[in-house]
């Protein structure tokens, strides 16, 4: 059965310095895919990365970046420059290729951002 | 373009009344989700639909949950009997559809229906 396990229940960064948050998982698909989702205190989740199993390079979008370790199982989110905003729940989520559209999520890491 | 919406916001119902969320997915978006998310919590998911497949019912709590997609379209999740332990924010989402652990599979959420149950 597939897992996600982010083992940060909280985490503190100061404005405008990078921050990386854990994500491990466990699949025995060899297809699979890797997402990242931001939930502000607003309640919206919303997408900001993804990464596929046979992607040969780390995803990166704007100041994210997936640092994709394939053989130890790691997708760990990387927020260069950090900004205030991003004070939110940050959930990491898989999809098995063979389990149709199933996604299955972590139990979220809480950034905070500090002036 | 419109984004996912839910109705209502918020549902107080008491115990042992039935309740009925409503998602409107993203015009297009052939993959619809359920997810049920506790305070403080992490995104349970509930059921998928894709297209004109059977869903996924895997997680889907209990007996007491249903759902249905009509037209490939508005999805009802259907909570009979409520408890108070199924208070919590249900989310939906729509994704694409294509592929399978593809691009253009991210997940666009709606805002979420509180529930509470007395």
């Known amino acids: 059965a597939q897992k996600i396990t982010q083992t940060q229940p909280g985490m503190f960064v100061q404005e405008k310095e990078a921050v990386t948050l854990d994500c491990t998982y466990d699949?025995?698909?060899?297809?699979?895919?890797l997402f990242w989702y931001k939930q502000p205190s607003s309640g919206e989740m919303i997408f900001l990365i993804y990464q596929g199993s046979y992607d040969q390079q780390n995803a990166t979008e704007g100041r994210y970046s997936l640092n994709f370790q394939k053989a130890r199982k790691s997708a760990n989110l990387v927020i260069s420059a950090s900004q205030l905003g991003d004070s939110a729940m940050y959930f990491c989520a898989m999809r098995e290729g063979s389990g149709g559209f199933k996604t299955i999520f972590g139990a979220g890491t809480r950034l905070f951002v500090k002036a | 373009g419109a984004g996912v919406s839910q109705s209502p916001s918020n549902k107080v119902t008491e115990k042992g009344k039935d309740v009925e969320l409503r998602c409107d997915p993203i015009?297009?978006?052939?993959?619809l989700y359920w997810y049920r998310q506790s305070l403080g919590q992490g995104l349970e998911f509930l059921i998928y639909?894709?297209?004109?497949?059977?869903?996924?019912k895997s997680g889907l709590p209990s007996d007491r949950f249903s759902a249905e997609r009509t037209g490939g379209s508005v999805s009802t999740l259907t909570i009979q009997r409520t408890q108070q332990e199924d208070s919590a924010v249900y989310l939906c989402a729509s994704s694409l559809g294509s592929g399978t652990s593809g691009r253009g599979n991210e997940q666009y959420f709606g805002p979420g229906t509180r529930l509470t149950v007395t």
């Open positions: 699949t025995s698909d060899p297809s699979y895919g």
């Open positions: 015009s297009g978006h052939t993959a």
């Open positions: 639909f894709q297209g004109n497949s059977a869903p996924d």
